[in-house]
C-alpha cells in the first residue's frame, strides 16, 4: 500500500534492483520531494518529511529501551542521529566507506548546547565530534537504523548499490556486536515503499524490521533472513583492498577455522603468502627479521619494494613487526597515526627515521599478523 500522490514511483515493472533506483531517483527529483543533497541520484536520497519521519522512531518501544545504537551517516538520518544523542544513548556512525574502521563513536562534548548537538548529529559533527572505535571494544548494538532508496512493506530492502549498509551489518555480527534478534529501523519517504519481488534479493541483503516514513510507521514483520555474517565467497581482492578492516576480521575467522575462501582467490596472489611467511619467521631465532618482497604502505607512504615481516622472540616475549623503505620525509606520528586508523596499535614502536625503519613490537604472533595482514 503506498501514500497517496506516490503511485509514479512505485509502477509495476522493476526487472532489476538499479531499475527500482532509478525510478525512485526520478520520482523524488521530479516531484519536488527531493531534499538537499541533490541531485539524489545514486544516493541515500534525502526528502522532505525526513526530519519528520525521524522523529516517530521516539514512538518506538525498541528505542526507548536503547542504550546503544548504530546509525548510518546519511542526511535523511541526521534527525535519528540528535535523538540518540539527545536522549543520551551511545551513538555509532560506520565510517565512511569503512577505509579506516568501522565505527565511530559520537561523542558531544560536555554540556553541549542542544545546538552543539544538532551539529554533532550532522556529517560535519560526526568528523568532529567522534572517536574511532576498535575490533577489540565490546560493542553491543541493541539497534541499527540504516538509509534505503526503496523498502517494501515485508521488510526486503535496496540500498544505492555499494553495499557499505549490508557489509556493515555482516562485520557487526561477525564482531558479535549484534545477534539475529537486533531490530533494524529505515527511514524513508512513503514513495521509496515499493514492492520488491523476491527474487532480487540475495543472502548478503539486509531486511528491516520497521520502516518510518513522514506519514506511517511499518511493522514488517519480516521472515527473511538476516545475514549471519560476512559471506567471504561474495568478497572480492579488490574489496579486500578498499576496506581494510576486513583483512583483520578475515583473519580472526581464519584463526576460528572457518572457510575464508575469497570470490577470486588463487594460490599466487601475493597476500596469500603471508601467513607462511609468519610461519617461517616466527620460527627464527633472536634476531631482526629479514625483508620480504612484497609491497607495504604507510598511510598514503608507499613503502617501495620492502616489506612487513615478524620475528617471534623467546615464549612471554614480544613478536616484533619490521616496517622498512619508509619514504624520506615521514614522519613518526604519521605511522602512529595510520596504526591507529588500522587498530593495529602496537605496544611499542621503535622509530629508526634516519634508518627510514621501524620495529613495531606486539604482544603475541597473533597481534602481528593481524597487523601484517594490512600490509
Excluded at 532489476?16 to 521530479?30: F, N, T, V
Excluded at 542504550?67 to 546519511?74: A, G, S
Excluded at 519481488?197 to 519480516?222: F, M, Q, S, W
Excluded at 621501524?358 to 600490509?375: I, Q, R
Aim: hydrophobic share 35%; with cysteine; charged share 25%.
Amino acid at each position: 500500500m503506498e501514500a497517496a500522490g506516490c503511485s509514479g514511483a512505485g509502477e509495476a515493472g522493476a526487472a532489476s534492483k538499479q531499475s527500482i533506483r532509478e525510478r525512485i531517483w526520478a520520482y523524488l527529483e521530479a516531484s519536488g520531494l527531493a531534499e538537499f543533497p541533490r541531485p539524489v541520484h545514486h544516493r541515500i536520497p534525502n526528502f522532505k518529511g525526513s526530519h519528520q519521519a525521524c522523529q516517530a522512531i521516539k514512538e518506538l518501544e525498541i528505542f526507548n529501551r536503547t542504550r546503544e545504537l548504530k546509525v548510518d551517516p546519511d542526511k535523511p538520518l541526521e534527525g535519528v542521529r540528535l535523538a540518540a544523542l539527545q536522549a543520551r544513548k551511545t551513538l555509532l556512525v560506520p565510517t565512511p566507506r569503512l577505509r579506516t574502521g568501522l565505527f565511530n563513536q559520537i561523542v558531544p562534548p560536555p554540556g553541549a548546547t542542544k545546538e552543539i548537538l544538532r551539529k554533532c548529529a550532522t556529517s560535519q559533527g560526526v568528523k568532529d565530534y567522534s572517536v574511532p572505535i576498535g575490533l577489540d571494544a565490546k560493542v553491543k548494538v541493541d539497534l541499527v537504523v540504516v538509509g534505503s532508496v526503496a523498502v517494501s512493506e515485508k521488510g526486503w530492502r535496496i540500498g544505492k548499490g555499494e553495499g557499505y549498509a549490508d557489509m556493515e551489518y555482516a562485520m557487526m555480527v561477525s564482531m558479535g556486536a549484534v545477534t539475529e534478534d537486533t531490530p533494524v529501523v529505515t527511514i524513508v519517504h512513503d514513495c521509496q515503499v515499493v514492492d520488491i519481488p523476491e527474487e532480487l534479493l540475495g543472502d548478503h541483503d539486509l531486511t528491516v524490521d520497521y520502516i518510518l516514513t513522514p506519514a506511517r510507521t511499518i511493522k514488517t514483520n519480516c521472515k527473511r533472513l538476516k545475514p549471519k555474517g560476512i559471506i567471504w565467497r561474495k568478497i572480492s581482492y579488490e574489496i579486500l583492498r578498499k576496506i581494510p578492516i576486513l583483512k583483520n576480521l578475515r583473519y580472526r575467522e581464519k584463526q576460528a577455522g572457518k572457510d575464508v575462501t575469497l570470490q577470486d582467490e588463487h594460490p599466487d596472489f601475493p597476500n596469500a603468502s603471508i601467513p607462511a611467511v609468519l610461519e617461517e619467521t616466527a620460527k627464527t631465532e633472536n634476531t631482526r627479521p629479514h625483508t620480504g618482497t612484497s609491497p607495504a604502505h604507510v598511510g598514503h607512504c608507499s613503502a617501495g619494494n620492502d616489506s612487513l615481516s615478524a620475528k617471534s622472540d623467546v615464549p612471554g616475549a614480544f613478536t616484533t613487526v619490521y616496517v622498512g623503505n619508509l619514504p624520506a620525509g615521514t614522519r613518526v606520528s604519521e605511522l602512529k597515526s595510520t596504526l591507529r586508523e588500522l587498530h593495529v596499535t602496537p605496544l611499542r614502536l621503535n622509530w629508526q627515521g634516519a634508518q627510514h625503519r621501524a620495529f613495531l613490537d606486539y604482544k603475541d604472533k597473533v597481534a602481528a599478523e593481524s597487523a601484517l595482514n594490512f600490509g
